[in-house]
C-alpha cells in the first residue's frame, strides 16, 4: 500500500538556509571589526553564527572590551549589513522546496535570528513571501537561538501536532535551538566532523530534502 507521510509545517531558518547570505554575513563581520581596528576570524565568526545580531555585537563588546554604546555598535552592524543585503540569492533549491512545500499545502514558517523587516523585505524581493505563513524574527523572542524559544513560538504558531513538523537549519546554533524544541531537524551541512546535537539527519542540499519528506513511501 502505497501512502503519503508529509509532514503539515516546515520551519525554515532564513541565512544559509533558503538565503545564500553567509558570505556577506562573515563580510559584514569582519568590515565591524576591522572598522574597530580589530583583527576577524573564520573561527570566531562560525562560533557566533546563529543569535541575533544584538546578542552578536553585545558579545563582541565583551570579548575586545569595546568603549562605544551597545546600540552605536548594534546600528553600525546593521548598516553594514543593511547596504546589500538585498542583493542576496535564494540558496540553490530554495524555490523549488518552497513551491513542492505550498503545492502540498504544508505550513510554511521562517524562524531567523535577522529582523523582521529585512526578512519580510528579502522576501518580497525574491518572490517567496506569499509562501510563507509566518515569520519568527529576533524581536518575537526574548532568547535567541541556540535558546529553544525560537522554535517553540514557532511550533505554537504552527497549530499542528510537533511529530508533524520538520525544521531545516543549517548552524549548530540553530539545530540545538530546533532540537531542544523537540522538533525533528534537518541541517543543511555537509561538516560530518561537527559536534551535531543527536537526532539531526544531515543533508547536501534542499534537493536532498524534498526527496527525503515527500518522495512516496512504501508500507
Not at 574597530?36 to 553585545?58: C, K, M, Q, R, Y
Not at 529553544?148 to 508533524?164: G, N, R
Amino acid at each position: 500500500m502505497i501512502l503519503h507521510n508529509y509532514p503539515n509545517t516546515i520551519l525554515l531558518d532564513l541565512d544559509g538556509t533558503i538565503a545564500d547570505s553567509l558570505k556577506l554575513l562573515k563580510f559584514s563581520y569582519k568590515k565591524f571589526l576591522n572598522n574597530l581596528h580589530l583583527d576577524a576570524s573564520d573561527t570566531e565568526f562560525d562560533s557566533l553564527n546563529g543569535p541575533p545580531i544584538t546578542e552578536v555585537v553585545s558579545k563582541l563588546k565583551k570579548i575586545y572590551s569595546l568603549n562605544e554604546e551597545e546600540h552605536i555598535l548594534i546600528r553600525n552592524y546593521f548598516d553594514i549589513i543593511d547596504a546589500s543585503y538585498m542583493n542576496v540569492k535564494p540558496i540553490p533549491g530554495a524555490s523549488s522546496f518552497l513551491k513542492k512545500a505550498h503545492s502540498l499545502n504544508c505550513r510554511i514558517g521562517v524562524v531567523t535570528s535577522n529582523t523582521k523587516k529585512r526578512t519580510i523585505s528579502w522576501l518580497k524581493n525574491v518572490n517567496f513571501y506569499h509562501m510563507i505563513d509566518f515569520v519568527i524574527s529576533s524581536e518575537d523572542v526574548i532568547n535567541g537561538k541556540p535558546n529553544p524559544e525560537p522554535y517553540i513560538l514557532a511550533f505554537k504558531k504552527s497549530y499542528t501536532q510537533i511529530d508533524s513538523i520538520v525544521v531545516i537549519e543549517d548552524s549548530l546554533q540553530g539545530a540545538r535551538s530546533s532540537v531542544d524544541a523537540g522538533l525533528r531537524t534537518l541541517v543543511l551541512s555537509s561538516n560530518n566532523k561537527q559536534q551535531w546535537p543527536d537526532k539531526v539527519e544531515l543533508i547536501s542540499s534542499l534537493k536532498e530534502a524534498s526527496e527525503k519528506l515527500w518522495d512516496l513511501k512504501l508500507f
